[in-house]
């Protein structure tokens, strides 16, 4: 059974800054692609970033571009989103999801966490 599990979400001001882990069993860590979206409230899921399993190859939305930095440590099953230098219109539910294919940050990933709210006080 696939599962992903976000952690590290929490309150934070404004310029500061988070982690989010993303820890992923039931498959071949890999050869899946991980990618990370975001929901606020009243508005559209948002695709944030994502890893290729095979090349490790990353993308960011424009609206995280120099700000967030995709991982992964592919010993632990993990992906990380460190997020640096966080506005208030990052706030949201962020959710990990995961795909045999590449799709960047399209939200057809097959493969869906929970979520972990962040919210960015000003």
């Known amino acids: 059974e696939v599962q992903l599990v976000e952690s590290g979400g929490g309150l934070v001001q404004a310029g500061g800054s988070l982690t989010l882990s993303c820890a992923a069993s039931g498959f071949t860590f890999n050869d899946y692609a991980i990618g990370w979206f975001r929901q606020a409230p009243g508005k559209e899921r948002e695709g944030v970033s994502c890893?290729?399993?095979?090349?490790?190859?990353?993308y960011y939305g424009d609206s995280v571009k120099g700000r967030f930095t995709i991982s992964s440590e592919n010993a632990k099953n993990t992906v990380f989103l460190q997020m640096n230098s966080l506005k208030p219109e990052d706030t949201g539910v962020y959710y990990c999801?995961?795909?045999?294919?590449?799709?960047?940050?399209?939200?057809?990933?097959?493969?869906w966490g929970q979520g972990t709210q962040v919210t960015v006080s000003s």
């Open positions: 999801a995961a795909d045999e294919m590449n799709l960047g940050i399209s939200d057809d990933y097959s493969y």
């Open positions: 890893i290729g399993g095979s090349d490790g190859s990353t």
